[in-house]
T-cell receptor, first 113, second 110 residues
Framework: DGGITQSPKYLFRKEGQNVTLSCEQNLNHDAMYWYRQDPGQGLRLIYY???????QKGDIAEGYSVSREKKESFPLTVTSAQKNPTAFYLCASSLGGRNQPQHFGDGTRLSIL | GQQVMQIPQYQHVQEGEDFTTYCNSS?????IQWYKQRPGGHPVFLIQ?????EVKKQKRLTFQFGEAKKNSSLHITATQTTDVGTYFC??????????FGTGTRLKVLA
């Protein structure tokens, strides 16, 4: 079945550590997105990529980094510079361009030990 | 900055009652999308509205896009327990970056 796979489902991080969240899609979508979801705040865009080897900062990119070396993969690294990383992280993809729905993965819940 | 406000934040209804959530943007939108997120799940695309004044229906759900393309609403007729979840609007003010509303969490009491 086509879809978006995020792993792991739950992730724990110690203070000062970088962690990488995986996002893989087999929908042959050009565009991929990372969102952060906090209670009562909806979804906020961290980074997005419209094409391989290119990505742009979203509204809350500070403390995060991404890469887009393959069409299918868009990993997100939460660095130690992100002071409040505890949140639910959602990856999405779309065909790209305007007027395309986004398909979401099941998310990764990150917590600080 | 650009914002999409959504109200109400929470809504509890008795099964069979109607429900409406509203989105308001500070800027004109190219289009607006609606998503539903079940408890513990991920957002699932419901519909997209593009034209000024557009109205679309999906069974008991009615979606509207305002004439000025700055507001939208989702109305559910005769709610059922399966309608439980959080409903998000997502507006496109520019080219690729959607701005999500804060969501309306719907609880349906049987």
């Amino acid at each position: 079945d086509g879809g978006i796979t995020q792993s792991p489902k739950y992730l724990f991080r110690k203070e000062g550590q970088n962690v990488t969240l995986s996002c893989e899609q087999n929908l042959n979508h050009d565009a991929m997105y990372w969102y952060r979801q906090d209670p009562g705040q909806g979804l906020r865009l961290i980074y997005y990529s419209q094409i391989v080897n290119d990505f742009q900062k979203g509204d809350i990119a500070e403390g995060y980094s991404v890469s887009r070396e393959k069409k299918e993969s868009f990993p997100l690294t939460v660095t130690s510079a992100q002071k409040n990383p505890t949140a639910f992280y959602l990856c999405a993809s779309s065909l790209g361009g305007r007027n395309q729905p986004q398909h979401f993965g099941d998310g990764t819940r990150l917590s600080i030990l | 900055g650009q914002q999409v406000m959504q109200i109400p934040q929470y809504q509890h209804v008795q099964e069979g009652e109607d429900f409406t959530t509203y989105c308001n943007s500070s800027t004109t939108l190219s289009n607006i999308q609606w998503y539903k997120q079940r408890p513990g799940g991920h957002p699932v695309f419901l519909i997209q509205l593009v034209k000024s004044g557009e109205v679309k229906k999906q069974k008991r759900l009615t979606f509207q896009f305002g004439e000025a393309k700055k507001n939208s609403s989702l109305h559910i007729t005769a709610t059922q327990t399966t309608d439980v979840g959080t409903y998000f609007c997502a507006g496109l003010p520019g080219t690729y970056k959607y701005i999500f509303g804060t969501g309306t969490r719907l609880k349906v009491l049987a």
